[in-house]
């Protein structure tokens, strides 16, 4: 019996059907490993190639085969004739590792700062775009907040590979906090907006507002100013989490014990609240606050440690409270940091430490 055949885009021959099917999955599986940039490049060769690479299961296979921890962003200010202009520059880990130590004679070369330079690029000028402030970053996209115009608050989404700018999306006369992520379950991005007392969220599949019930514990950066940047949330497998602490009716931070400590967790598919605990070896209240963060995918726990060090736990089974082990415990000596002095330089180094990202070596 003779195969079906047909014309192949990739070639002036005739092959058979199955081949074709084949060469076109060696394709895409070859594709999916090359970086952003290449394949946007790509999608200019052929109106072919361009089709499998702007694919939806395409993007998921390649944001999949993807490695992940590769980019940080960061935030810095242009001076401009009309004041400041915030940033937001994508640098890769390699970049900032690589970059040449400062020279310094009286500390040890792995503690040395590295210097690298951020070019002044209108691209990534948030001001080009009608933005001012980053909510959040999930698989590559980055939600902007929009200015505001006539009490109408609204966001945006910017994918920075494909230099792509959605609309603007979720007006509203409220003005709440926002955060980012992606619910796995329904295959769509998902923005919280929360104050003490409402919780909306918007869905990109439906393009509405939807009331939640409210948080069951207030996140303490909602009660009293915090002196994190990073406290409008975290997101993790498919997961919104903030740090609580119960019962709180006056702020007095040498008055809370760790009992009290508690992660308000958001499921984005059913939008409803699970409450984790931080790890049982957090056994005293820190004299400043502790914070959640993400690193490699894991929700992560960190605090000082009875004035000596700094310490990171990561729950390598998100939910499974058994699963909290300590990452890493770094003695602030090793950071040159002397919490026995009253120097503003060491006092705002106690408050800001905070892990943002884990090389994959």
Known sequence: MNSPIAKSPHSNNCVPTSLLIL?????????????VKTLMQM???????????????FVKLHLHRSPRNTTILLL???????????????????????????????????????????????????????????VG???????????AKHDNYWFRLWNPATNSLSENLGFSENRLRLTFGYDVLNDTYKV?????ITVKVFSLGDNVWKDIPSFPIVPFNLRIYSRLMMDNGVYVSGTINWLAIRDMTNYKWNDITIEQFVIVSLDLATETYQQLLPPSGFVEAPP??????????????SHRFRGTHFVIWKMMEFG?????????KI????????????????????LFLLPLCVSET
């Open 331 to 350: 003695s602030f000596q090793n950071l040159h940091i002397d919490y026995g002095i009253s120097d503003s330089l060491a006092y705002y180094a106690q």
């Open 192 to 196: 919280v907006g929360f104050s003490a």
């Open 23 to 35: 060469l076109d999955e060696l394709i895409a599986e070859i594709l999916s490993r090359l970086p």
């Open 137 to 147: 970053s999930c698989n590559g996209l980055i939600c902007l907040r929009g200015t």
């Open 288 to 301: 400043v606050e502790p914070s959640v963060s993400v690193l490699m995918d894991c929700l992560c726990f």
């Open 320 to 328: 499974v409270q058994e699963s909290w082990t300590q990452f890493l």
């Open 43 to 57: 999608k200019c060769v052929c109106k072919s190639l361009k089709t499998l690479i702007s694919h939806p299961s």
């Open 76 to 134: 810095p200010d242009w001076a401009s004739p009309a004041g400041i202009d915030l940033s937001v520059v994508p640098i890769p880990i390699s970049y900032l590792l690589e970059s040449p130590l400062l020279m310094d004679h009286y500390v040890p070369h792995y503690l040395r700062l590295r210097e690298f330079a951020i070019h002044n690029d209108p691209y990534y000028l948030l001001s080009n775009m009608d933005c001012y402030q980053i």
